[in-house]
């Protein structure tokens, strides 16, 4: 089987890294890739600028299945030359980022934490002033979403009012907080239904006690409670968010990731988006049993088998290495060091390789000889240091000794991540 990777995050990366272990996978291909992908499966065979020139390519090599992460309008090109292709469509995902809308088309049989989106802010105002604090304030923007929990409503009322300063066009939201512990559910759907990609439990803030700006995710473990807890999640959210997806024609073979609230109403639904989330990728994928390569195939041309996952008796805790300012503006190009050093899996998320004079036969170098190169940041939350182990302690142990062999300047990273209670401080350098 030929496999290839479009998009460039660490969920491709761990997607690589487990392929490339299965008999049934003859050759991958990334494009574009970071330099952890470029190590492991070689540069892209083609420019990764253009979506035409990916579609012809892959046409003629006829590629066995196509995995699409965030590069949303290859998936229709690709498709479209009837090519088996796992990828949120353009179309969905717009409708996704939009958090009314996705409330308008899930409002039946899917539980939601309670809120409302806004244009007008004297209306939200009103509606803010009726809520019970603490509450979330988002603001709805695809490229540049930004969200800010309040705790004080002198607070609330000037950040709602900052929010809508920063785009009168934009969609503010305002959900509510209440007590529960918030998870990660993965789906692997075939455009009609949906297949368990586990239960992962992430940590969003920035700093340890979750406290300072929300990221896109500061470090995650899994498993997260057990297979009851993974099948009633699967029950109550996935499969009605799955069937009011596909009800209203947004759902294709894709991943989706849904983040979940547990507390005293059950699980409520706190949203989703396209894709597996880079997170939930490394603390899952190194846990799989058996082959994946065959169940995506099938989910990418609309069978996907009637099945539940084969996880191993382990536990992955991951802790994301940042750029210190990280989500603000970091510096980049960085150089990374250390990465042969440490003794587990690390999963690379925005980082670049530097060749001098790489060789005309350069394929597939999973320990490239001779190859002069080396691996420099290129964007502020650079990747992830997984630990595995026989109990949480004993993977997070794993995470936190391995994580300080990876150095780069002005590295940063949570000490708390799966502790109860917790390390005080944060990494840096």
């Not at 012809?56 to 090109?77: I, K, P, T, Y």
């Not at 069978?303 to 084969?310: G, Q, R, V």
């Not at 960085?334 to 998320?349: I, K, N, R, Y």
């Not at 109990?391 to 995470?399: D, E, F, G, H, N």
Request: include cysteine; glycine fraction near 10%; charge should be negative.
């Amino acid at each position: 089987m030929e496999i290839l990777l479009l998009g460039s995050g660490a969920m491709l990366h761990a997607l690589a890294w487990k392929l490339l272990s299965e008999p049934s996978v003859g050759r991958i291909f990334c494009a574009p890739g970071n330099a952890g992908t470029t190590l492991l499966v070689g540069p892209p065979p083609f420019s990764p600028e253009h979506a035409v020139e990916a579609a012809q390519w892959a046409f003629a090599r006829q590629v066995d299945l196509v995995v699409v992460q965030g590069m949303l309008a290859w998936v229709e090109v690709l498709e479209g030359m009837g090519l088996p292709v796992l990828g949120v469509g353009e179309q969905a995902a717009q409708v996704l980022s939009r958090r009314e809308e996705v409330r308008r088309r899930l409002r039946d049989g899917v539980p939601w934490v309670e809120g409302r989106v806004f244009r007008d802010r004297e209306e939200a105002e009103r509606y803010l002033a009726s809520r019970p604090l603490p509450l979330w304030l988002r603001l709805e923007t695809p490229r540049s979403p930004e969200a800010v929990r309040v705790e004080d409503r002198l607070t609330a009322f000037r950040e709602l009012a900052r929010l809508f300063s920063l785009d009168p066009r934009a969609d503010v939201s305002i959900e509510e907080d209440p007590p529960g512990v918030e998870v990660s559910l993965a789906l692997l759907s075939d455009g009609e239904r949906a297949f368990s990609l586990g239960v992962s439990r992430p940590y969003d803030r920035r700093y340890e006690g979750e406290a300072g700006p929300l990221t896109e995710g500061m470090g995650a473990y899994a498993p997260y409670g057990d297979r009851a807890l993974e099948e009633r999640l699967l029950a109550q959210v996935g499969r009605p968010t799955v069937a009011a997806l596909a009800g209203a024609g947004l759902l294709r073979p894709s991943f989706l990731q849904l983040r979940i609230l547990l507390g005293q109403k059950g699980p409520l639904l706190r949203g989703i988006s396209g894709g597996m989330d880079d997170l939930h990728a490394v603390v899952t994928l190194p846990r799989w049993r058996g082959e994946i390569s065959g169940l995506l195939q099938a989910a990418a041309r609309g069978k996907l088998p009637e099945a539940s996952p084969s996880w191993r008796a382990e536990v992955a805790v991951a802790l994301a290495l940042v750029v210190e300012g990280y989500p603000g503006p970091c510096p980049l190009g960085e150089p990374l060091s250390g990465l042969d050093e440490a003794e587990t899996l690390v999963f690379h998320h925005a980082t670049r390789l530097q060749v001098e004079s790489p060789p005309a036969s350069w394929l597939r170098p999973d320990r490239p000889v001779g190859l002069t190169h080396r691996v420099v940041t290129a964007g502020g939350r650079v990747l992830f240091v997984v630990g595995l182990g026989p109990t949480l302690a004993a993977a997070r142990r794993q995470a936190l000794q391995e994580a300080e062999k990876v150095h780069f300047p002005h590295r940063a990273w949570r000490r708390d991540i799966a502790g109860e209670g917790g390390e005080e401080g944060c990494g840096d350098e």
